[in-house]
């Protein structure tokens, strides 16, 4: 094209600006369904950037060796809460919508002569906007995965913490957090990856389990609070060894997430009502966490109250009163001839002769009062991980009534 008619058809564009702008979003109207419910102050800032791409376009045929840079500064007069209010999708029809609103208009401003050289030019540097609009949705996500990534730590430390509180909720719905029936903390080994690596695998298995999660890296430690509904389980304190549905649909959400954990044991702590009583579960996870090398057998995941015995004997004063209070309570409760029948057969090293001749029974009714016994307290004498268990609750039940 001669430089002289190049330059007249560059400046009828420049002139032609704010009339090429308003048929852009008058198009945008009419054929974007989404554009008319969008606030007036946000169809205002779109316009604005509709006449600034202009103008950079005009820039842009007068400087085609800086054209990267001119398209990027499109995006510059935009405020920054336009990019939440507009997905990269709508994005993308709008640029399509304003690059037709020029088009129909090239005719009339280049003449016969120069028009395909100005439609070709109209779609490369619509090209560049594209690119250039796709970086700034790219840096906008980064920024927004960084502060969320933040804001999830922050949260997960709080329950991690126990300190509980008003603005966690809130905290929460912000990460995508809904709210679910039941809550729990399961804790592992954190896998020999970067943070954000690892956080970003249990986010994928939650969502393919159909889970919510929030996690964090405490050092050596990964951290996740999930929540679901368990199969309508109940918040419990009760450390029978049999798993009600709920339990175990925990104990399944816990094995979907096992491949973003080290090899080490995984912990799951006892069902808790909503975010805010996570605490709790957190701190018996934790503490079974810091036990479970006592039980080398344990089942990978196990739960914290099947690690009572152990986070009792290291100091555990809720595990100690949990013993207390749901196995020697009720079997004290029970009648002293079980309590005296069940701590001899503990005593003799699970010998039923032994037993019987001790306490001068015959063999049957030391059997039978063994049956009422795991009735009464939920933990079967005969079994071998049941009868430890049982033996440190009536220790602790022995000192806690001296």
């Known amino acids: 094209m001669d430089p002289t008619a190049a330059e007249e058809v560059i400046r009828r564009i420049e002139r032609s600006s704010g009339m090429l702008a308003g048929r852009a979003v008058t198009r945008m109207h009419d054929v974007l369904p989404w554009f008319a419910s ?3 102050r946000h169809r205002a800032d779109i316009q604005l950037v509709v006449q ?16 990267r840079e001119l398209s990027g500064d499109v995006f510059k007069v935009a405020p920054r809460d336009l990019v939440r209010a507009v997905t990269f999708r709508r994005l993308v029809d709008l640029v399509r919508v304003a690059v037709e609103a020029v088009e129909a208009e090239v005719s009339s401003l280049a003449g016969p002569d120069h028009e395909q050289r100005l439609l070709a030019d109209v779609l490369r540097y619509s090209r560049d906007i594209a690119f250039a609009g796709a970086v700034v949705y790219a840096r906008a996500a980064e920024e927004r ?3 969320d990534a933040r804001l999830e730590a922050l949260v997960v430390d709080h329950v991690v913490r126990g300190e509980v509180e008003r603005a966690l909720p809130s905290r929460a719905a912000a990460l995508g957090w809904r709210n679910p029936p039941m809550v729990a903390v399961i804790v592992g080994d954190t896998p020999d990856h970067s943070p954000e690596v690892v956080v970003d695998q249990v986010h994928r298995l939650g969502r393919g389990a159909g ?3 929030l996690t964090g890296v405490h050092h050596d430690r990964l951290v996740v ?32 997430l096992l491949p973003a954990c080290g090899p080490g044991p995984v912990v799951v702590g006892p069902i808790a009502s909503d975010l805010a009583a996570a605490a709790s579960s957190a701190h018996a996870a934790l503490a079974a966490a810091d036990v479970v090398a006592a039980w080398p057998a344990a089942p990978r995941p ?19 009163r949990a013993l207390v209070e749901n ?25 039923l002769e032994a037993t019987a001749r001790a306490l001068y029974l015959h063999p049957n ?15 079967d004498p005969t079994d071998h991980r049941e009868r430890f268990t049982l033996h440190v609750a009536l220790i602790l039940g022995r000192l806690a009534t001296v």
């Not at 791409?53 to 800086?66: A, D, L, Q």
Request: charged content about 20%.
């Open 327 to 351: 196995v020697y309570v009720p079997l004290r409760e029970a009648g002293a001839p079980l309590l005296a029948t069940a701590g001899a057969y503990l005593d003799f090293g699970a010998s």
């Open 38 to 40: 969008m606030s007036a």
């Open 225 to 256: 609070i999930v929540g679901g509904d368990f199969g309508g389980a109940q918040a419990s304190r009760s450390i029978r060894p049999g798993l009600d549905q709920g339990e175990r649909a925990l104990l399944d959400a816990a094995e979907a």
């Open 52 to 67: 600034a791409g202009i103008s950079s376009f005009v820039e842009w045929c007068r400087r085609p060796e800086h054209a």
């Open 211 to 213: 889970l919510e999660v």
């Open 145 to 147: 995965g960084a502060w």
């Open 365 to 379: 009714t030391v059997r039978y009062r063994l049956r009422k016994a795991a009735d009464a307290c939920g933990l």
């Open 302 to 320: 196990v739960t914290a109250q099947a690690l009572l015995p152990e986070r009792a004997l290291a100091g555990d004063t809720g595990a100690r």
